[in-house]
């Protein structure tokens, strides 16, 4: 296969992950996350802030803070307090951050008026 190929084949992978993502969420079947993340920027907050401190004090530039939730999602791998990431593989891992930031990105001014009101 050439490379073309392949960053086709890529293509229309992430696409058709894209695809199924939007209709989870358009159907419900995201709401859990949904509930999860309204609750996870509430309670990180100070580690939310603390991120975006640190990355504006190394940096010198302003940090958003919708990167910062998204760095801290990232770097928890989950917003359920209660999962287990042990028993998480990484490709399960990987597919649930991305419905996590989705979810973060379809109701962005949700989530920030949580989060700067908390």
Not at 40 to 56: L, S, T
Not at 87 to 93: E, F, I, Q, Y
Request: hydrophobic residues 35%; charged residues 35%; aromatic residues 10%.
């Amino acid at each position: 296969m050439s490379e073309l190929d392949q960053l086709w084949d890529d293509y229309d992978r992430r696409e058709s992950e894209m695809n199924q993502l939007r209709d989870d969420y358009d159907n419900g079947r995201l709401d859990s996350i949904k509930g999860h993340l309204a609750q996870f920027v509430v309670v990180n907050k100070p580690e939310i802030e603390a991120i975006r401190r640190d990355f504006e004090e190394r940096d010198g530039q302003p940090f958003s803070d919708v990167v910062a939730i998204e760095f801290h999602i990232i770097r928890r791998g989950t917003v359920n307090p209660s999962r287990d990431l042990h028993n998480t593989s990484p490709d399960g891992l990987d597919s649930n951050i991305t419905a996590i930031i989705y979810c973060f990105l379809r109701e962005q001014e949700r989530y920030l008026r949580l989060f700067h009101d908390a």
